[in-house]
């Protein structure tokens, strides 16, 4: 292989693409940290109790659950750049209409349907990332799609509580300026897509030709090497024993982020602070993880493994909330939250490296589509337990404690069940 080459092709694909791909995932978890955030106020403007809120914020992943698959369907037909469009555009105008939700009943609807609206751009994503980069690089590449989440989550933090702050502004309360503002971005960010994301190597006119076919042998001679003795159909790979283990691990990580995501604003409010200072103090653990999901990134393509730093980043992530809990309302809660983000967020690059190692073709656009499906399901179970055990205990030391196990039992899934290997030297 020429290195030149290959260095040259790949940070010229990596220019081009991640930069639009990282504003588009920013923008799916600005509406996390926006829920999270909209809470503070929002939940007594609309008599939504504590379990009210963690149904609802959990109920967006039983939409997503359903059309995660089918989406990624679509997208294999009609090409990522018109399907993403398409996903993005719904999304922006479902955001933007939860500004007018006016009890229980709204909240429930709409977050189902923002659910299945976003459901197939994460799974699409991944998927044509392999369109796009060979399987050596793609724990890096991975890491650094990723890093929007605890991008999002940080500079989210500090934005919603400024936001929250426009409170009365042309008649509108502040956690109605939240969902607005994180809607309208994202259309525009929809129009971008349809106008620059190409499909495939084939439409990048800004690759030359020794560019364009040193990428298609190699991503071709991968994808041959994979479907040697591997599920070549979405039916086989749905029933693949690996993609039902990876879609535990995933359920159980999930459960985590999202179950600590969408209350850790009330968690430190409970320490006294001010809406703003509460903004950032909870950006501190997304800092964290930025540097989590880049350092793992890096380890698991530097010694080209994934199950040992998948099993020590869950580890950590359930060693972090457990000591969160024990330490309670302090500011020492916080060091251990930020100790858990490095875990949570780290898992991701060594995770999503690992179905492209056995799946391709239509089996790597269903098996992907339902990992993250399946998954995603965590989103519903995690806000939904930590929701219901901080009104059965009256804190959250005892939801804490059962995030830490989701992710314990998934790093031992992970040492005791996570056998495979990329092709390759």
Known sequence: MDDALAGRTIRRVFLRLMPLLLASYFLVYSDRVGMGFAALTMNKDLGLSAYDYGLGAGLFFWGYALLAVPSNLVLVKVGARRWIFCIMLAWGILSVAMAWISGPTSFLVLRLLLGA??????????LYMTYWFPATYRARITAVFMVAIPTSLAIGAPVSTAILE???ALGLRGWQWL???EGIPTIIVAGIVLLYLPDRPRDA???NDRERTWLDKVLASEALAISKGQPSSMWRALIDVRVLILCFIYFCNTSTNLGLAFFMPQIVAGMGLAERQAGLIVAIPYVVGIVGILFWGFVSDRYNERRISLTLTLLVSAAGL???GWLGATPAAVVAMSFAASGIYGTKPPFWSLPSTFLTGSAAAGGIAMINS????GGFFGPSIVGWSRE?????????????AFALAASATTFL????KRPGP
């Open 117 to 126: 609206a976003e459901a197939g751009f994460f799974p699409g994503v991944i």
């Open 166 to 168: 426009l409170n009365g």
């Open 179 to 181: 969902f607005i503002l």
């Open 205 to 207: 006119r800004w690759l």
């Open 322 to 324: 457990a000591a969160a």
């Open 374 to 377: 399946i998954g995603n399901l």
């Open 392 to 404: 059965m205990s009256g804190g959250f030391s005892a939801s804490l404690y059962a995030l830490a």
């Open 417 to 420: 069940a996570v056998r495979w």
